[in-house]
């Protein structure tokens, strides 16, 4: 069984900072792309920032230049540092992960993370 589990979320006023960890456990024997998608109310989902283990960092141009993504293959984690945030950002983030656990690829999700972005 793998899970993703987010952290980091929170209430925040325009212009301040965050920074979102996400964690995937159990049988895990190879990731490959990791990412961060965010839902606001009445939107549909978008992707954030994507990650690959080798190649480009992908951005929503909503964000370039204010929000960044790294991973830690060590510890199977991925962050999105969030920066000038933007009344606008409040949305709940969510990570995804293109997992290999035992012989097969899949997509897993973690379970959300609210931001709120006060004014």
């Known amino acids: 069984q793998v899970q993703l589990v987010e952290s980091g979320g929170g209430l925040v006023q325009a212009g301040g900072s965050l920074r979102l960890s996400c964690a995937a456990s159990g049988r895990i024997s190879d990731i490959s792309i990791m990412a961060w998608y965010r839902q606001a109310p009445g939107k549909q989902r978008e992707l954030v920032a994507s990650?690959?283990?080798?190649?480009?960092?992908n951005y929503a141009d909503s964000v370039k230049g204010r929000f960044t993504i790294s991973r830690d293959n060590a510890k199977n984690t991925v962050y999105l540092q969030m920066n000038s945030l933007k009344p606008e950002d409040t949305a709940v983030y969510s990570c995804?992960?293109?997992?290999?656990?035992?012989?097969?690829?899949?997509?897993?999700w973690g379970q959300g993370t609210q931001v709120t972005v006060s004014s």
């Open positions: 990650i690959p283990t080798g190649g480009m960092i």
């Open positions: 995804s992960a293109r997992i290999r656990s035992t012989r097969f690829w899949d997509d897993y």
